[in-house]
C-alpha cells in the first residue's frame, strides 16, 4: 500500500456564505419563489480540481464528508474542521463511484471505468481490488453482516467482499441484462438494489434470496435508494420526479415532488427518520417530513446530484455542473 500525495485547500478563506431567502436564485430565476419558511443558509466551496465533477457523498465516523469525482479520477474529503483534501486514484480512467463508509473506518469506492473496489482509509492510503473482468461496479453499502455489497452492472450481478477485499459471492439477478445503480442496505440483513432500464428495485434477503418489485410508474428512472429502519428503502425516481418508498414485502408508497419537472437524482436520511432527495433539474433539495410534509429549499450553484445528512443534521450536498461542495443549515422543523 502506498500514501497518496493530498491537495489542501482551507475552506475558510474560500468559503462564501450566501443566505437563501424566499426568492429564487439567480441561476433559477425563472422559477417561482419559495415561501420564506424554506430559508437557509448554505456555504459552497468548488473542489481543487476544475471539471472533478462531484458526484456522491458519504458521512465518516469523525463526520468528515467524502466524495468522489467521476471525472477527476480522486476521492475527495472536506474534514469537520473545513480542510478539503483529495486523493487521486492510482489507474487514470478509475470514474469512481457510489462511495460507502464502513465500520472498519474506511472509505470504499466503486471505480465504475476500471472493475476495482478501491479502499480508503481516514490518511488517504489507498488499496484496490480486482472483480471478474466487465462487472463494471456502480455503488457499494456495507451489509449488516459486515460485507460489502456491490452492484455488478456488467455482469447483472449483486457481489459481496469481505473487508479484507476478499470476493465471497455473487448473486445472479432474475432479470437477464437489466443495469444496475444505486444500492442499499436494511438492518435487516436485506441488499436493496436500483435496476432503472428495467423499472424494478430489487432485494437480496439475509439468505441469499433474490426478489424484484416494479415500480408503479412508468419510466420512472430509479437509480439511488436509501435504507431505513423499517427494513424499507426510499427511492428517488429522477425520471417522474417523485420519491417513493417500498415495503420488504413489495408496498409500494410513491409522491410526486414540488418542482413536478426538477428530477429526484439522490436520496439521504438522517437520524430521525426525516428523507432529504435532490432535484436536480430545479436546482433544489426537498425535506420530506415523517408525515410526509414537504419543503423545498434552493442549492446555490447548479446541478446537485449526490447528498447526504451529516450526525448534526447538516445537509452535504454534491453540485455535479457546478463541480462544488454545498452544506445546508436547514431552520428546524
Known sequence: MTSIPRRLLILAGVLAATACGGGATAAHASRPALPASTSATTWVAPVPTAGAEPYHLAVGP???VWFTELQGNRIGRVAPGGAMFEYPLPDPGSKPHGPAVASDGNVWVA????????????LGVITEFPLTPGSGPAHV???????????????????RMSLSGQVLEEFPLPTW????????????????????????????????????????TPGSGTAHLIGMPDGGVWFAENGASKIGHVTPDGLFIERPLPSRDGGSSTVAADREGVVWVTE???????????????????????????????????????????????RLLPPAV
Do not use: C, Y
Open 62 to 64: 469523525d463526520g468528515s
Open 141 to 159: 453499502v456495507q451489509g449488516a453482516d459486515g460485507n460489502i455489497w456491490i452492484t455488478e452492472s456488467g455482469r447483472h450481478r449483486i457481489g
Open 177 to 216: 441484462q437489466t443495469n444496475l445503480n444505486g444500492i442499499a442496505a436494511t438492518p435487516d440483513g436485506g441488499i436493496w438494489f436500483a435496476e432503472p432500464d428495467a423499472n424494478k428495485i430489487g432485494r437480496v434477503s439475509a439468505r441469499g434470496d433474490v426478489r424484484e418489485f416494479r415500480i408503479p
Open 111 to 122: 471505480e465504475s471505468g476500471r472493475d476495482r473496489i478501491a479502499r480508503i482509509t481516514p
Open 280 to 326: 436536480q433539474r430545479a436546482g433544489r433539495v426537498v425535506r420530506v417530513s415523517r408525515t410526509g410534509d414537504m419543503a423545498e429549499f434552493p442549492i446555490p450553484g447548479s446541478d446537485p446530484v449526490g447528498i447526504v445528512v451529516g450526525p448534526d443534521g447538516t445537509v452535504w450536498v454534491a453540485e455535479d455542473d457546478g463541480n462544488q461542495i454545498a
